[in-house]
């Protein structure tokens, strides 16, 4: 039989968070290998919609040493993003292997063994798991769901309008996801904006600098013990991007709350009234993508990994990074998981070193 691979340290991903990893693991003596599940660079962008942008500039949208190349448009595109991290990969000739995907992550002895799907498998003597959440989208249980005859999918697999032209759609979600694809399925359809409760439209100068700077704010806050007065507006609220701006503008950026059940040709309302509806795309979020650890016993009854800082109570090899704010603040954010990344792996090489 060959042998299997060992490595100081094992990543699995191949996202932002994966690659600020890399980065920071790169300038130490440690030997390392990043396993990606994806065919090509850029982690769960290379699943955004065909117009997603991001709703911060390329300035303020980079990972660790090296910034963003910026755009004519001020906000970047998936597309720009996408080949950003292709070139950062390149740059810093990061050793990523792919497609891996890896099934399980195990006990072996002194080391964690990784088992991808293929058959292969590597040993290590630190993890870093960084699969992020786009390969557990949520969608919540609404009676009757199962009857409903019409089309459902997470914004996830969500890619164009032109697929629901003349169709009668709910956008489910009142954050950055909901608000960006109801602006343009409007154009093409008769579009439903669904939120919990009224959505928060912050104002047009207020964007990802100000709420990362508010986000770092924050922390540091926590970490010595303060608190600290400031305006409402989080990473999760809706930001004014110009296609949002434009559907402000046409009228169409308002909401409803929620429905409370399925029919096989639509939804009831709260107040009994029925509507015909063709397709629900559901804006709702994300779980963390931990399947593989489940051999490891570390789950929680949420679904996620009790840590402390990253690295894991029940599993002092494992860490995990890019989860969103139970693995770092601001941390599943382009600019925001490099503090994050450099802190895990100074931990990891001390903790090697012992």
């Known amino acids: 039989m060959p042998s299997i691979p060992t490595v100081d340290v094992l990543v699995i991903g191949g996202g932002q968070a994966a690659l600020s990893v890399a980065y920071f693991l790169r300038r130490t003596p440690l030997s390392f290998v990043v396993l990606d599940a994806e065919q090509g660079p850029g982690g769960a962008w290379r699943h955004g919609w065909d117009s997603l942008r991001l709703f911060s500039p390329a300035t303020w949208s980079s990972i660790a040493g090296w910034m963003m190349p910026?755009?004519?448009?001020?906000?970047?595109?998936?597309?720009?993003?996408?080949?950003?991290?292709?070139?950062?990969?390149?740059?810093?000739?990061?050793?990523?292997?792919?497609?891996?995907?890896?099934?399980?992550?195990?006990?072996?002895?002194?080391?964690?063994?990784?088992?991808?799907?293929?058959?292969?498998?590597?040993?290590?003597?630190?993890?870093?798991?960084a699969t992020g959440t786009w390969r557990a989208p949520y969608i919540p249980e609404y009676p009757g769901a199962?009857?409903?005859?019409?089309?459902?999918?997470?914004?996830?697999?969500?890619?164009?309008?032109?697929?629901?032209?003349?169709?009668?759609?709910?956008?489910?979600?009142?954050?950055?996801s909901g608000a960006q694809i109801l602006a343009e399925l409007s154009k093409v359809a008769e579009a439903t904006w669904v939120t919990p409760s009224e959505p928060l439209l912050l104002p047009d100068e207020v964007d990802g600098r100000v709420l990362f700077e508010r986000a770092t704010e924050r922390w540091k806050a926590q970490q010595q013990g303060r608190v600290v007065e400031q305006p409402v507006g989080g990473l999760g609220d809706v930001v004014m991007v110009p296609p949002v701006r434009e559907a402000r503008e046409r009228g169409v950026l308002h909401a409803v709350r929620p429905f409370v059940r399925f029919t096989e040709r639509g939804v009831v309302w709260a107040d009994g009234k029925e509507s015909a509806v063709d397709a629900v795309i559901w804006c709702t979020g994300f779980r963390p993508a931990l399947e593989h650890l489940a051999a490891?016993?570390?789950?929680?009854?949420?679904?996620?990994?009790?840590?402390?800082?990253?690295?894991?109570?029940?599993?002092?090899?494992l860490w995990l990074v890019g989860y969103g704010e139970w693995t770092g603040a601001a941390s599943a954010t382009l600019i925001g998981v490099a503090r994050t990344a450099r802190s895990t792996v100074h931990e990891i090489v001390e903790a090697l070193q012992r």
Do not use: I, M
């Open 296 to 317: 490891l016993g570390v789950l929680n009854e949420e679904g996620k990994v009790d840590v402390t800082g990253t690295r894991a109570c029940k599993e002092p090899r």
């Open 70 to 129: 910026p755009v004519a448009d001020t906000y970047p595109t998936r597309d720009h993003v996408l080949s950003y991290l292709a070139e950062y990969e390149q740059r810093y000739q990061l050793p990523v292997q792919r497609p891996v995907w890896v099934e399980a992550l195990q006990r072996d002895g002194d080391w964690l063994l990784a088992r991808a799907a293929d058959g292969r498998q590597w040993r290590a003597r630190a993890v870093v798991s």
């Open 146 to 176: 199962e009857l409903f005859a019409g089309r459902q999918l997470h914004s996830a697999h969500y890619v164009e309008p032109r697929a629901f032209a003349g169709q009668r759609v709910l956008v489910v979600g009142g954050g950055n």
